[in-house]
């Protein structure tokens, strides 16, 4: 069985939506559980997740450590971590246990936009390749409890870029499946601040990382880039 895990932190206009598509495309019903851990909202958030009878859990706000709360409370062998702006492709459950039977003990699904821009199908097309560069935290990322367990959770010292720094280490312990099957996630804040625009600043904040900069120094370019 799979438990489903979504970070939120003020995510009221999608968590309904990526609720619904989750158990819709379950066809096989294997998710048993849907946990939202939640970073603190202020928006109708909570409401919603309350309305749909799932686990919450609230943490300190963080993506690393809102994912490790909500692994902690997961019941089933197989964890999936999927962003709140994300919809799951249709049969994601049977996929994914498809690919543990395997001997996949990781991995992702790959990525789509609910936008036509050529850029962003471009950009998402590479996701069907095994390069950590184009692993991204909104493909869905798939672990058996107990690789996510020796990989070591997600790291709590990062803000930004846990979804790929957690992949290399998974990778040490099992191998790694890319599922030729799209999410689709939101293009909104493409929309924003302007596709080409948006793509350079996360470029230059993947270099920032890949060359060393601290957390602290990323956090600080990342809110000047998207303020």
């Given amino acids: 069985m799979i438990s489903v895990i979504i970070p939120t932190y003020n ?20 998710v048993s559980q849907l946990i939202v851990a939640d970073g603190g909202s202020t928006d109708k958030t909570l ?16 993506r690393a450590v809102q994912m490790n709360a909500g692994a902690a409370l997961a019941q089933s062998e197989i964890l999936f971590f999927l962003h709140a702006d994300t919809f799951p492709p249709l ?22 936009f609910d936008h036509a821009h050529w850029f962003l199908k471009t950009n998402a097309w590479f996701t069907r390749f095994n390069i950590d560069a184009v692993r991204f935290g909104d493909q869905g990322l798939f672990a058996e409890k107990n690789i996510f367990a020796k990989a070591g ?34 293009a909104r804040k493409y ?31 990342y809110s000047k880039l998207f303020t």
């Fill in 11 to 30: 995510e009221a206009l999608f968590l309904q939506q990526t609720i619904d598509a989750v158990h819709k495309n379950d066809t096989k019903k294997l």
């Fill in 47 to 62: 409401d919603i997740a309350n309305e749909n009878d799932v686990i919450i859990v609230c943490s300190k706000k963080g």
């Fill in 91 to 112: 049969h994601f459950s049977t996929y994914i246990r498809e690919a543990v039977a395997k001997g996949f003990g990781a991995g992702c699904f790959i990525l789509s």
């Fill in 153 to 186: 959770r997600f790291s709590e010292k990062l803000l930004l870029a846990e979804d790929q720094e957690i992949i290399h280490r998974l990778k040490k312990y099992s191998k790694f499946s890319i599922i030729k099957k799209p999410v689709i996630s939101s």
């Fill in 191 to 221: 929309i924003q601040h302007g596709v080409y625009a948006t793509q350079f600043k996360f470029y230059r904040l993947y270099a920032m990382y890949r060359l060393g900069f601290s957390q602290k120094k990323l956090m600080a370019m």
